[in-house]
């Protein structure tokens, strides 16, 4: 498994802006081959704080997404709203164990 977690700051005027276009491809993003999840969050002591969490089967799977439209189109869009450079951490996993 492949684990991406992407940490970006915004100004606080276009938060909504970016959240807008990260919930548009969610879908898109979540039915592409290998996803498992996609999930965004909005920093709670900041407000201009964003993380996207990403899980995929593997590298090949999040190679693909790397490729595709929707990535394009939402760094577009993203990319101009940010005010520094963002922070991917990748990690390769072995899932351990689900509790439900």
């Not at 700051?9 to 276009?21: M, Y």
């Not at 996207?52 to 760094?75: C, K, N, T, V």
């Amino acid at each position: 498994m492949l684990i991406a977690i992407v940490d970006f700051d915004v100004a606080a005027a276009d938060r909504a802006a970016a959240l807008a276009q990260l919930d548009a491809e969610r879908a898109e993003v979540s039915a592409m081959p290998g996803n498992i999840s996609f999930r965004v969050y909005a920093g709670r002591d900041s407000d201009t704080a964003l993380t996207i969490l990403h899980e995929w089967q593997d590298a090949a799977s999040f190679a693909g997404y790397q490729a595709s439209d929707s990535f394009a189109r939402s760094g577009a869009v993203l990319r101009p709203l940010m005010t520094g450079a963002p922070v991917s951490r990748r990690f390769h996993a072995d899932l351990f164990e689900t509790v439900a």
